[in-house]
């Protein structure tokens, strides 16, 4: 749960930081570069935390299973 918390926390910070960055900048560009690197840690980010959840899902017992369908 620690974890979670961690990488939602996390996620917010880059999606701040993102929204100040250009998109548009060149890949060349130190923007650009820090731009593109922020796409990536926010996709990692969210594969993690959908990873929890799968793994929280399958670990609930039968009902809860049949309540989330």
Same mark, same amino acid.
């Given at each position: 749960m /620690?974890?979670l918390?961690?990488? /939602?926390n996390?996620?917010k910070e /880059?999606n +701040?930081?993102?929204r100040?960055?250009?998109?548009? *900048?060149?890949?060349?560009t130190?923007e650009?570069? @820090?731009? *593109?690197? @922020? /796409?990536v840690k926010?996709?990692?980010? +969210?594969?993690?935390?959908e990873?929890m959840k799968?793994?929280?899902? +399958?670990s *609930?017992?039968c009902n809860i299973?049949?309540i989330q369908?």
């Amino acid at each position: 749960m /620690l974890r979670l918390l961690e990488l /939602l926390n996390m996620k917010k910070e /880059l999606n +701040e930081i993102k929204r100040v960055l250009d998109r548009d *900048a060149c890949l060349q560009t130190r923007e650009g570069m @820090t731009y *593109a690197k @922020t /796409l990536v840690k926010l996709v990692l980010i +969210e594969l993690e935390i959908e990873d929890m959840k799968k793994d929280a899902l +399958e670990s *609930a017992p039968c009902n809860i299973k049949l309540i989330q369908s």
